[in-house]
């Protein structure tokens, strides 16, 4: 399929690209401010179907929003005319269509061209009215305060914010991108003759913000975020991709001694904390116990074995563990227990317990094995 993308290097077209591509779509006309114009009429003369997202957001002058949102419209239906080409077309829109300023009426006035136009031509249209799009690829300090925030977050900049208690109602690209490419198969729900994607986002703009500085301070907490949370697991990801890129990586602190090292890696209330273990040859660690507490051990490099005792018992059970047969080994509570390094290297040791640890509770009693 001959596919026209209008918008090309713009934030959503990136991603629909992109996604396009992974799904097999190679067959791509890529239009967009700096493209030859004298190709539109080769594009339009040949495309099966076609992704409107070209638009203006922020012009320098006003009237530059109806040049660019309707004028463009109108100058790419009067190109698919010449040919009689009738594809579908899609075209992004804006719930701003709604309001009474120069930006809405210029979206207001490309949507009705559009219906005019399929009612004139048969062309199936499918127009989507979008709240504020959010994810990966997004210009900072342009048009969306997500981007910004967390652009300017993780830069270490400061952000503004008039009134915390503002309601925003948000897409996340990839549904954008994944309900686009429904439609480009015909698989579209539109009510009233508008199409939506199916997840919005409906939360206050202080709480992106304190979300946004709880994954600053993840780094240096070890916190993760609630990823069950849909919206929360959408934003970290999002907010990654703003990063500084000689900031990628960050440090942990290694409890070191001739032992090994244990190090901590993530914390998180709801779903435990997870740790490395270094163990030197001939090295054995633990005998301890736990009344509540309860851990997943899992060798990835070296041998060892891990006996347990059932506290009050004299019976020692032992499980070999090896990196040459990856098993996960259960702690469970009221057994003391221990690891020890019986290879010649180093071994390691991830490992899983189902609570961070707590110095005032650590529900952590020594007795040998």
Not at 173 to 179: F, G, Q
Not at 183 to 202: I, M, R, S
Not at 286 to 309: A, C, M, P, Q
């Amino acid at each position: 399929m001959k596919i026209l993308v209008t918008g090309s290097n713009g934030f959503v077209g990136k991603n629909l690209i992109y996604e396009l591509k992974n799904r097999g779509y190679d067959d791509l006309y890529l239009y967009d401010v700096d493209t030859d114009p004298s190709l539109l009429d080769t594009y339009c003369a040949n495309c099966e179907f076609i992704f409107h997202l070209a638009g203006v957001n922020r012009p320098k002058d006003p009237k530059e929003f109806m040049e660019g949102n309707y004028g463009f419209t109108s100058l790419l239906l009067d190109s698919l005319k010449r040919y009689n080409n009738t594809c579908p077309i899609l075209i992004s829109s804006s719930i701003q269509a709604e309001l009474d300023n120069p930006y809405g009426k210029s979206k207001k006035a490309g949507e009705d061209l559009m219906f005019s136009y399929s009612k004139e031509t048969g062309s199936p249209v499918f127009v989507f009215r979008l709240p504020n799009v959010f994810g990966k690829w997004c210009r900072p300090n342009y048009n969306s305060a997500v981007a910004t925030f967390c652009h300017n977050i993780a830069h270490d900049l400061p952000i503004q914010v008039n009134d915390p208690s503002v309601v925003m109602s948000l897409v996340y690209i990839d549904d954008v991108v994944n309900s686009f490419i429904k439609a480009l198969n015909n698989d579209t729900v539109q009510e009233g003759g508008y199409c939506k994607v199916p997840t919005v986002h409906t939360i206050k703009l202080g709480t992106i913000v304190e979300l946004l500085y709880t994954f600053k301070k993840s780094r240096t907490d070890l916190s993760v975020p609630n990823m069950g949370n849909s919206f929360e697991r959408v934003l970290y990801s999002t907010y990654l991709s703003y990063l500084p890129e000689d900031q990628l990586n960050y440090p942990l602190k290694m409890n070191s001694n001739e032992r090994g090292s244990f190090t901590e890696i993530l914390r998180t209330e709801e779903r435990g904390q997870f740790s490395v273990n270094i163990s030197k040859p001939g090295i054995t660690k633990g005998n301890h116990w736990h009344h509540t507490k309860n851990e997943k051990f899992l060798v990835v490099s070296g041998e060892g074995i891990i006996r347990f005792r059932k506290v009050g018992t004299s019976e020692i059970i032992a499980y070999p563990v090896s990196s040459e047969n990856l098993e996960v080994v259960d702690i469970p509570p009221g057994y003391t227990h221990n690891i020890s390094n019986t290879g010649s290297s180093d071994m390691v040791t991830f490992m899983w317990a189902n609570e961070p640890f707590n110095k005032d509770k650590p529900d952590t009693y020594f007795e040998e094995v």
